[in-house]
């Protein structure tokens, strides 16, 4: 026992030190005065120092203080003073010692592009302060200026372009140096026509729909990035390769050509759910992505849920532009139980919808909607038959789909139905929803809501279906009273919807880790049947918030102020905006 004792320490002590041997020399890089970029780009130059022993460093100083030279000389520093000495430890270090010394300064810049790019406004020339007269020499910044340059040719098709001149004079003992770039950008090329070949079985004519420009347009990389955007949104293709090279173009006409490779046609989806709302649901849908040559598509989509069941039936047709533009022919059944089964609606509607994204980034949508409600409001119940004409307008600007930290979306719309045309009352219904976010120091955020929804009709109370009444209170309404609680009772205390609605919300979340996030927030709303001082419902809770891939999910606990009642759970999920 007392060999085998010995026998492993030995071991241990020659692992030990064959550890130690094994370990790096040290580089210490001192500056002074301190100079931390100067420091870091030494080290940058030098880098490990290996396995080095003293002896080696010693040899090795020379080379050090070379490469220390050229780095300092990187950051303007010409007249640096530079020492090394070799430190004998376990390990070794090597110490590099620098006094920086006054930088060059510039003096003269010349930067300037000639040829057909210098009436090109897009074509921007660097405009970095560092590579001004009087600022300090960096070599970093020349070159990248000259990538710059360089960059802004290749993307916007000059392809011909060089250097006239290129020099950095640099005079050390005066402390300056003249920097002249002038570029002669040569003929810009053009883009000529588009090309589809591979697996497509499209009209040619939808296909030359989707291109964002037209044959003979100047040539720019963003156009060729847009029409790889494009092609991959369809919905149609699996794979988009988009080939525009300048090396096969004749008299600067450089041909594209597009290869596809078409999606599978159809797909189904299934999906779970939950909310405090309308508690478990499921979700189902299923598509044929194209359905012939011109591109339309159908599909169908169904969602079930304690309160409410639907299924729904569309065709679309391409218009023109086919990625924005549409018609679709919908129609669809949807049974709910409302206000906690006070009222109850059988809905069956059927119509065109005319989809289009106009210049200013707003989207619009026309249609005319027929629809036939069976209902039930408290003890009464009727038969509703109404062609709706109706348009919507609606614009989302944020910095990200699915968690932003900044934006607005705004909704507005309405539709109309008259007597004897096709509707057996006259009825005005619009709705406006605004929403906005914003971050402040990371992690502040502010949110804001605020919705207004309103019916006319002269026999409201009696021609009036459930579906275009309006009910307040859940998740996306008033949190702390429970959904579609908030409305007007008949004399049995029946909740029977409202002419109008509105509310409004403000929150404030604070970040407490990159996917976690604290919530306090104050709702106000309710849905009355006259605007003469309505009386407001509010409520204040606190909540938490994970973002997920999809979304952020929510989980709030919310208490009413102007009822009796505790803390009601509200849990959702979605985008913020």
Known sequence: MRVISTLGAG???????????????????????????????????????????????????????????????????????????????????????????????????????????????AFRLPKDAELKQGARLNHGRYEAAKRHIQNQASRYGFFHGRFTQQRLSINPQAGLADIELVYDSGPRYILGNVSFEGDMPFDDDLLQRMVPFSADTPYDSERIAELYQALRSSGYFESVRVDASPTVAEQQVIPVKVHLQTRLPRT?????????????????????????????????????SAPRQNVGLWYDVPLDPPLTDKLRIAGGYQYEELANTDSLSRLLTVGPEW????????????????????????????????????????????????????????????????????????????????????????????????????????????????????????????????????????????????????????EYQYSVAE???????????????????????????IGMRWVSPVGPLRLDLAHPLDEEGGVRLHFSMGPEL
């Not at 000389?73 to 004998?88: F, M, N, P, R």
């Open 11 to 121: 071991c241990a002590l020659l692992l030990f030190s064959s550890v130690l041997l094994a370990e790096n020399a040290r580089l210490v890089v001192s500056v002074k005065p301190a100079n931390n970029a100067l420091k870091s780009n030494v080290e940058g130059y030098i880098g490990s120092l290996g396995e080095r022993d003293a002896e080696a460093l010693q040899r090795f100083r020379r080379v050090v203080e070379s490469q220390a030279e050229k780095a300092a000389q990187a950051l303007g520093y010409y007249q640096a003073q530079i020492t090394t000495d070799v430190v004998e430890q376990t390990p070794p270090r090597l110490n590099v010692n620098i006094v920086p010394g006054e930088p060059v300064r510039i003096g003269s810049v010349t930067v300037r592009v000639d040829g057909p790019a210098a009436e090109l406004r």
């Open 268 to 304: 189904m989806g299934l999906g779970l759910g939950f909310s405090t709302d309308v508690g478990p649901r499921g979700r189902a849908n299923w598509e044929r992505h194209w359905a012939n040559p011109q591109g339309h598509s159908y599909g169908a989509e169904m969602e079930i």
């Open 355 to 506: 989809h289009s994204k106009l210049d200013s980034g707003w989207q619009r949508v026309i249609s005319l909607k027929w629809q036939r409600e069976e209902y039930r409001l408290g003890d009464d119940s009727g038969l509703s038959t109404l062609l709706m004409p109706g348009i919507s307008y609606s614009y989302l600007r944020s910095d990200n789909r699915v968690d932003p930290n900044y934006g607005y979306r705004l909704e507005f719309s309405g539709s109309v139905a008259k007597e004897g045309l096709l509707a057996d009352s006259d009825v005005i219904h619009g709705n406006v929803l605004l929403k906005g976010l914003t971050t402040l120091w990371q992690n502040h955020r502010f949110l804001g809501r605020a919705q207004f929804g309103g019916t006319e009709s002269k026999g409201f109370n009696s021609s009036v279906p459930p579906s275009l009444r309006f009910f307040a209170g859940g998740d996306q309404s008033v949190r702390g009273y429970d959904y579609q609680s908030l409305s007007p009772e008949n004399n049995q205390g029946d909740k029977i919807g409202a002419r109008y609605m509105f509310a409004a919300s403000a």
């Open 515 to 541: 996917k976690w996030r604290v919530a306090t927030f104050y709702d106000a709303g309710n849905a009355f049947n006259s605007l003469d001082f309505p009386t407001l419902k509010s409520a204040v809770g």
